[in-house]
């Protein structure tokens, strides 16, 4: 039970002790601002990242391919003068082409997902800082329909946040009733098998991480509605951020084992603990411990639950 339900047991925790720490965590706006903060990185991100861990995989360059989604989007609207539609277009196909140079070395050449991955993160951040010159790109007046989505509300709900709920519904469709979602989580739990049943494996772990790179473009996408600007410098730790809120919510780093819902939950895990900190004005070099303990914590029991039912 503890390791089925356990991050429902540690968001409900940290509700109550939030709650309780601040009278203010509960308020409609502190509440709309935790999932605003969610929804423009790690929420929108996670549904990405939990495909590829459960081909047993993992994607170290969202972070980077969110801040060249970034950087792309200002620069498509402030000099090209594409119209918002074609940079979305063109920015998200930017991200599956990462996630596709990625995914085809650990596909086809069988590469490690943590090298190969790893040399993306410095290629994608290498090129926003090229592209951007190292400045932040101001998305001008072509950007203001942009701005407003980012800034926008729909019945009474932000509308990055509405985003990431149809992110987490179409992903936890795909993952639960479709061919591909049961093939990707039983590629991480017998590659062999799946590929000895006449599957092409190299595919379908091509997909996901054609899938994480997409999303990630969005998010950055996302962050530049929300600050009105394309900077180089979204999503610097994000992989970090990503990557625990998937295992908070039971993913298992060995493939296999996941679901949206509780990576939803553990979405909102981390931006309950970085909220709680903010209110109780903890300093910024301070956070940085507190999450990793917390992190650890929660790991604890997730892991610790599966090691006592073994």
């Known amino acids: 039970m ?29 509440v709309l601002n935790v999932l605003r903060q969610v929804a423009s990185g790690t929420g929108i991100m996670a ?6 861990i459960l081909t047993r995989g993992i994607d170290l360059s969202v972070g980077s391919v969110a801040a060249l989604g970034s950087v792309l989007t200002g620069h498509f609207l402030a000099f090209s003068g594409f119209n918002i539609p ?30 190969m991955s790893l040399a993306m993160m410095a290629i994608a951040r290498g090129l926003s800082l090229i592209i951007s010159e190292g400045r932040p790109i101001a998305l001008g007046e072509a950007g203001d329909p942009l701005a407003s989505f980012g ?15 149809a992110i987490f519904i179409v992903g936890g469709i795909v993952l639960n009733y479709t061919r591909f979602g049961r093939l990707i989580t039983a590629i ?27 999303l990630a473009a969005l998010a950055g996408i996302i962050s530049s509605s929300r600050t009105g600007v394309g900077s180089a410098q979204v999503g610097v730790g ?23 819902i509780n990576t939803f939950l553990g979405v909102l895990v981390m ?7 903010n209110l109780g004005g903890v300093p910024g070099y301070h956070q940085q411990v507190y999450m990793g303990l917390i992190i650890v914590i929660a790991m604890l029991l997730q892991y610790g639950a599966g090691a006592f039912r073994r």
């Open 188 to 214: 991480g739990s017998n590659e062999e098998a799946v590929r000895l049943s006449g599957i092409a494996v190299p595919r379908y772990i091509l997909a996901v991480y054609v899938i994480s790179g997409a």
């Open 86 to 115: 074609t940079t979305i277009l063109l920015v998200v196909l930017a991200g599956c082409a990462c996630g596709m140079v990625t995914g085809g070395f650990v596909a086809y050449l069988r590469l490690p997902s943590f090298v």
């Open 271 to 277: 931006g309950i603990i970085a909220n709680m900190m």
């Open 151 to 165: 800034s926008g509300f729909l019945f009474g709900i932000p509308q990055p946040v509405i985003l990431m709920f």
């Open 47 to 52: 549904v990405g990242m939990l495909y590829v």
């Open 238 to 260: 994000a992989e970090l951020n990503v990557i625990a809120a998937v295992v908070i919510g039971g993913a298992s780093l060995m493939g296999g084992r996941g679901g949206v």
């Open 2 to 30: 503890l390791q089925r339900f356990g991050t429902l047991a540690i968001f409900l925790t940290l509700v109550v002790v939030a709650t309780i720490w601040s009278d203010t965590f509960l308020t409609r706006v502190n």
